[in-house]
Every structure is written in C-alpha cells, then in structure tokens.
C-alpha cells in the first residue's frame, strides 16, 4: 500500500494554481520531487561539491564515492548484475542515441534492419532513422491493434536474419500499454537480434529486471523517478559495453592519449567522457532508495488501483474517448484522451484553470497519433502521489470543459 501521506513528502503538492488546489497528473512528462531528494541535492552543493574520478583531496573522494554508489543503487534498482554495466547519461534520449551512434555505427551494415514500433516516442525513433539513413539500412515496424497492443503476428513475420535490432518502449508514453518485452525479446535472440527497451515510462513505475526481461540496452531518465533532470542511464550487459567503441571522446574516458591516438578506459568510464552531472547523478540514487522505501510492486498497485477509478470515472463524461488497453493488468497509469467538438489544448487549458496540470499535443508521438487517426490528445499521468480525489477532479475539470464547450442554443426567432 501507498500511503496517502506520501504526498507530505513532496512540497510542491501543497501550492495552489490559479487559486485551487494542484491537482498536477503530469507525471509522464516529469515527476515530482520529494522534500528527501532536493535537499539531497542542496547538501551535494553546500557540503561536498568537487569533481569526481581525479581529486586525491577528501572532498573529490567524498564526491567520487558517492557518485559511485549511486551508479550500484540504479543498477541494483533495475537488476543488473554489476554497477559497471550502467553508463550515466543525460536523459532517456541521450542513452538511446549512445547506443544508436556507439553500437549502432559499428554494427548495423548496408540491408540490416531494425524493428521498432508504432507506439515509439520520438527520441526510440529518430535517432534509428540517423543511423538507417547512414548504413543503408531499413526500419520496420510492428503495428497495434484497436486496443493499442503490439501485433505479435506481425512481429513474427518481421523478424528475419536480416534484423540487428528489436527496439521498444517498456510501456507507452500515450496509450499506457505495458508491452510483453520477455517474449518480443526471446524471439529477438532467437532471430539472432539484440533487443533494446526504452524504460523511460516503466521503471519509475514497475519493478524491472533487465535480466527478467531479456534486454540487451536499458534506457531510462531520472527526472521521472522523483529524481532530477539531467540525469539518466543506459543499461548494457558488460560484453556488449565492453566490445562496444566510445560515444564522446575527452577527458576521463581514457587511458593513455597519443597525439595520434589514444586507448579508452573500462566501461562504464568508457562512455563518460567530460566532467558529469555529478551532483544530480548521485541525487537520482536517493530518489531510487526513497521509490524502493515504499516499494516498486506497492507503487505499481497503486497506479493499477487509481487507473482502474479513473478508467471507469472517465467513461461516465459524454463524448470522451480514451485511448489503449482496458484492462490494469495490460496498462500503467497513463490515459489519453479526446473530448468529441473540443481541442485538447482547450481541454488542457481550461483544466489549468481549475488547478488541474495535463499535458495534450502528440507527447512526441506523432507516428501513433496518425496511427490513432487524431492530431492530437490530452493525457492524465499518475504516480504514487495521486489519489482518487485528483481522478474525481479532473472529471469534475472535463465537466467544466464540457458546459463551456457546448454548442449555446440558437437565439429564439421573433
Ligand atoms: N521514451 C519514452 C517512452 C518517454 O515517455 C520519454 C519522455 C522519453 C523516451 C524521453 O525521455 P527524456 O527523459 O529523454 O526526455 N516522455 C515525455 C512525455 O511523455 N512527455 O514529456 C516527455
């Protein structure tokens, strides 16, 4: 169980918008941050501030130690086997393309392919499309159904010895659909594929096991785990890291520099080139530590619980519709919707007025939106600081939204 007093951990839930309540369903695009982890990032700047992996004074040790036990808590948040196998990067998007331009460009030859899907945010996309552009190799794609879940048929007849690359998001950012990566990833291997998963929207908000799941690439982002921005990793297994060349060349990555050449050091230093985000790095360990204080399975429940309310809720607004799987089991916290006659920025703004904090847009999808066959959605995302009382406001929000939007009787004739 989640606590309903979770919420006294994070500040910025008792600020009002607009003078109502913050009912903020966000979190898909960022999370909160509890009291613990902002003053975690307050004490690195006040008490121990240095550069990491070259200071012999206590301080750099102190900074260096704790930068370093902060890659172990992630790595054991999602399963790894060692610390060494997670490669701090800036975001969900950066670890991607690290894999895009450092595997990717030493691997995938002129007819390779690569197999994605249709529900991919656009940073599990684009940067395939650079590399597929560049080797002459061919993107495919594996479609949904109406119930927004991968046709594992297709998936089927997709794969061939052609394929280097199976790649997808854990659970969609729009439709909510956890997807069966153990399977999508056992037929991977089987075809001789590696297989990356886009965590961005799963381990905030599920236990993972990378092992569990077959992955060979891990992505994920701090900033929607309770953690700051700026920092997120890519998982690999340690003979992949290791075979692989580096992504940024400069200081720190390196053994010995020749004018000429030079040899890099292990992963995962390998793939850290430059001073990084140290400070925020070893704060996204304490958002880690406080999500596995409460408990990953508990969150997850939550979420199911609180999805299942708002599913039902929303299905009593007229000409609401919404978006991927009906069942919990299939689905995470995150439901997009559209309201029939009205624009989902007008949704979205009107429910700014009342408080209420959604995104709307194509949330970097555009490829699923055309595929939904609408421009845009507006989306409610939870965590595990909603209640039931946040679902009950929106609903009384699209309510709002509704009685503004109506067509106004005509003027009566005289
Ligand atoms: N992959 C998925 C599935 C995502 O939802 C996002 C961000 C990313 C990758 C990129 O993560 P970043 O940390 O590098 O930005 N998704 C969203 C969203 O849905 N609204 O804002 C950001």
Redesign the pocket.
């Known amino acids: 169980m989640v606590p309903e007093s979770v919420r006294d951990d994070f500040p910025i839930l008792s600020r009002t918008v607009h003078g109502k309540r913050l009912v903020y369903l ?1 979190s ?3 999370s909160q941050k509890p009291r613990r982890v902002i003053d975690a990032l307050v004490r690195y700047y006040t008490t121990y501030n240095a550069n990491v992996h070259r200071g012999i004074y206590e301080m750099a040790e102190e900074a260096t130690r704790r930068y370093e036990e902060s890659r172990a808590t992630l790595a054991a948040f999602i399963g790894a086997r060692r610390p060494e196998e997670l490669v701090f990067t ?7 393309n690290l894999v895009a331009y450092a595997w990717g460009r030493a691997t995938i030859r002129s007819g390779d392919e690569i197999i994605l899907t249709e529900m ?2 656009h ?2 996309l684009v940067p395939w499309q650079l590399l597929a552009a560049e080797k002459g190799a061919k993107l495919r794609f594996i479609p949904f159904d109406g119930q927004g879940q991968l046709q594992l048929d297709v998936y089927e007849r997709l794969l061939s010895p052609r394929t280097k690359l199976v790649a997808l ?6 439709l909510g659909t956890i997807n069966p990566v153990k399977e999508i990833a056992a037929r991977a291997h089987a075809a001789g594929a590696k297989v990356l998963v ?1 965590g ?2 799963s381990a905030p908000h599920m236990p993972v096991n990378v092992a569990d799941l077959g992955a060979d690439f891990f ?1 994920f ?1 701090g ?2 785990m309770c953690g700051p ?1 700026g920092a ?1 990793a890519i998982w690999a297994r340690y003979e992949i890291l290791d075979a692989m060349p580096p992504f940024h060349g400069g200081g720190e990555m390196i053994m010995l520099v020749q004018l000429e050449t030079s040899t890099y050091k292990e992963p995962p230093h390998k793939f850290e080139a430059g001073t990084p985000n140290i400070g925020d790095c070893i704060v996204w360990g304490e958002a880690a530590d406080y999500l596995q204080g409460i408990g990953m399975g508990a969150i997850r429940e939550h979420e199911k619980r609180l999805t299942a309310y708002a599913l039902h809720a929303l299905g009593d607004v007229p000409g609401l519709a919404v978006f991927g799987p009906r069942d919990v089991e299939d689905r995470g916290g ?1 439901v997009a919707f559209t309201l029939e006659g009205v624009h989902p920025h007008d949704v979205a703004q009107v429910l700014d007025q009342e408080g209420i904090a959604v ?1 709307a847009g194509h ?3 555009q490829p699923l939106h055309r595929r939904l066959g609408v421009a845009a959605t507006t ?1 409610a ?1 939870m965590y595990l600081y909603n209640t039931e009382s946040d679902i009950d406001a929106l609903v009384r929000g699209l309510h709002v939204v509704r009685k503004l939007f109506s067509p106004r009787p005509a003027p009566a004739q005289r």
């Open positions: 966000d898909a695009a960022t800036r975001s969900t998007t950066e670890a991607i991919e945010h940073s599990n998001a854990h659970q969609s950012n729009v886009d961005a929207q992505a982002s900033h929607k921005t997120g995150v995104r949330h970097c999808t989306r995302s």
